[in-house]
């Protein structure tokens, strides 16, 4: 059976629909899976050894693109884990024979099979919803996946050059300061700076800040705030396998609930993690798709004095690790 499955969003929100895709492949190799991804997942998609194929949709493209590339892969099913209007009529018009999609927004009436999922009720994270849809299509499918989902043969390689390059000689601590994607809750750069400081006091690890490729802007004023630090600048402009390699090496990672913490435990590393402290944006929706042991989550309050206590847990739960 060829199957497209369609996360053509965030970078997070396409790592978490990775174990429902793996189970699909998992249940029976013979399986086709085609994903549809935004360009920025396209290299990451290609990584995974369990997706056969690849289709990129470019939101700046017309609809006719997608199309085109939905009747060129002609799957058999389609299941769409997150809708919009643009690819459930692309996938209508393509004439794909069986489309499944949560039963939400208009975009709904472009489906034979909606799948009614309350998502707002965080009854289970963003994962697990997308791990359910794919019972609609095999009733008894497992949903039984490895961790960490992707390992690298050449990862370690990879960041053994990058210590090199780097002068590094200790296990890695890495913070990521920035927000991106959809997260709402964060330290600011103030804050950062004093939980960086408090781990630059151990000696033991070796402290690297990581910034995406459009956060040059942050990257400088963290530079000239830890000037003469013994602190690590990573700009990534190397592309997102590369970063997931470092990243499969650190020892802890340190972040806001983004793509990267997503990115940081799909490959197995320790995260330690922020979160908005609304239902919504919480750890419980969005906890990540790697073993739980290894995820510290801290829901952040508006209240400032309660902000503040956290903010002590985390300082203390930095030196004590």
């Known amino acids: ?7 053509n969003d965030k970078l997070g929100d396409f ?23 935004a360009p920025l997942n396209e290299s990451l998609a290609k990584s995974c050894d369990f997706i056969d194929e690849v289709i990129v949709d470019n939101p700046n493209n017309s609809l006719f693109d997608l199309i085109k590339k939905c009747l060129h892969v ?29 039963a939400t927004k208009i975009a709904q009436i472009f489906y034979n099979k909606r799948v009614l999922q309350r998502r707002s009720e965080v009854k289970m994270a963003e994962f697990e919803y997308n791990l359910e849809l794919t019972r609609t299509l095999f009733s008894d499918i497992e949903f ?19 210590c090199i390059n780097n002068e590094i000689e200790k296990d890695v601590i890495a913070f990521h300061v920035g927000f991106g994607g959809s997260s709402d809750a964060n330290w600011n750069v103030d804050e950062y700076e004093e939980l960086i400081r408090t781990k630059l006091q151990d000696k033991h690890y070796q402290v690297v800040l990581t910034f995406g490729p459009d956060e040059k802007d942050l990257y400088e004023e963290m530079q000239q705030r830890l000037h003469g630090e013994d602190v690590v600048f990573y700009l990534s402009l190397d592309g997102l396998v590369y970063f997931a390699k470092l990243l499969s090496n650190f020892k802890l ?11 940081a435990s799909l490959v197995g590393c320790r995260t330690l993690t922020f979160f908005g402290d609304s239902k919504f944006a919480s750890a419980s929706r969005w906890k990540s798709i790697g073993d739980e042991k290894l995820q510290k989550h801290y ?19 930095l030196l004590a690790f």
Not at 1 to 7: A, C, N
Not at 146 to 157: C, G, N, T
Not at 253 to 263: D, K, M, V
Not at 299 to 317: C, G, N, S, T, W
């Open 299 to 317: 829901m952040l309050p508006q209240d400032e004095v309660k902000r503040k206590e956290i903010f002590e847990e985390v300082k203390q739960a």
């Open 15 to 37: 790592i978490t629909a990775l174990p429902a895709i793996y189970v699909l492949k998992n249940y029976n190799p013979e399986n086709k899976i085609i994903v549809c991804v």
């Open 74 to 102: 002609k799957p058999d099913v389609s299941i769409t884990l997150f809708s919009n209007t643009r690819v459930a009529l692309a996938q209508f018009l393509a004439r794909i024979p069986l489309r499944i999609a949560p």
């Open 144 to 162: 039984s996946y490895p961790k960490p989902l992707m390992v690298f043969e050449d990862a370690k390689k990879v960041y053994e050059v990058f």
């Open 253 to 263: 990672f340190i972040s806001t609930s983004t793509g990267t913490y997503h990115l």
């Open 1 to 7: 059976m060829d199957i497209l499955v369609v996360r």
